[in-house]
């Protein structure tokens, strides 16, 4: 079966750069999720999208934004990285309506230097 | 507002042996329910979920765990451990009267399992 795919799967960046993360959902799951795990800590939600439009906010910086498109690939767009933003970055989908488990992806390991 | 607690770091079993990883979850409403793990520098793999019906819930790799209402909580079990379960695992809740659909984490238990 066809999961969540994310890529890349590792990114080194430097300070003040940026970093464009890619997510591709489940076929028919309406909705993306961003998490960020920071080393040894829990996923914390980012941003989450339904219909290709923002549903949800949590503690995704200024620095940051992200869409989702027409065929519902989403991309987290990283500005002006310090390197606290090292941490995974997992996207998650699901569909709203007809189940609420929730697939992720095996994650960016971003790293910044 | 829905949180869920997690109130082991770490848990210890020898292989063979029955284990048991604790969750305990907030919700103003009804709770949607999940556990997952993770395994080192790897995604989130999805093991089981509560929504509504039988308290008992059978997931992947021979994982179950019970809803239990009254004591708000979602506790892991296994029956006989295996050296390969070792890994992160993760509880987590979405309260379904809540109005998001964003399930949040626990911070989640290290499962080591000896030989």
């Known amino acids: 079966a066809a999961g969540v795919i994310q890529s890349p799967r590792h990114l080194i960046k430097e300070k003040r750069e940026t970093a464009t993360l890619k997510c591709y959902p489940i076929?028919?799951?309406?909705?993306v999720y961003w998490y960020q795990q920071g080393p040894g800590q829990d996923p914390q939600f980012l941003i989450s999208?339904?219909?290709?439009?923002?549903?949800d906010k949590g503690s995704i910086p200024d620095r940051f934004s992200a869409q989702q498109f027409s065929d519902y690939h989403s991309e987290l767009n990283m500005s002006s990285l310090e390197l606290g933003d090292s941490a995974l970055y997992f996207c998650?989908?699901?569909?709203?309506?007809?189940?609420?488990?929730?697939?992720f992806g095996s994650g960016t390991r971003l790293t910044v230097v | 507002a829905q949180s869920v607690a997690q109130p082991e770091d770490q848990v210890n079993v020898a292989e063979g042996n029955p284990l048991t990883v604790k969750c305990t979850y907030s919700v103003s409403g009804n709770p949607y329910l999940f556990w997952y793990v993770q395994y080192p520098n790897r995604g989130l793999q999805f093991l089981l979920k509560y929504i509504t019906g039988d308290n008992l819930v059978k997931g992947s790799y021979g994982f179950e765990a019970e809803f239990n209402k009254s004591q708000t909580s979602f506790h892991l079990k296994k029956p006989s451990a295996l050296v390969s379960d070792s890994a992160l695992y993760f509880c987590?809740?979405?309260?379904?009267?809540?109005?998001?659909?964003?399930?949040?984490f626990g911070r989640g238990t290290s499962l080591i399992v000896h030989p």
């Open positions: 076929p028919r799951h309406d909705t």
């Open positions: 999208f339904y219909e290709k439009m923002q549903s």
């Open positions: 998650a989908s699901s569909n709203r309506d007809r189940e609420y488990g929730y697939t």
């Open positions: 987590a809740v979405r309260d379904i009267q809540g109005g998001s659909y964003i399930p949040t």
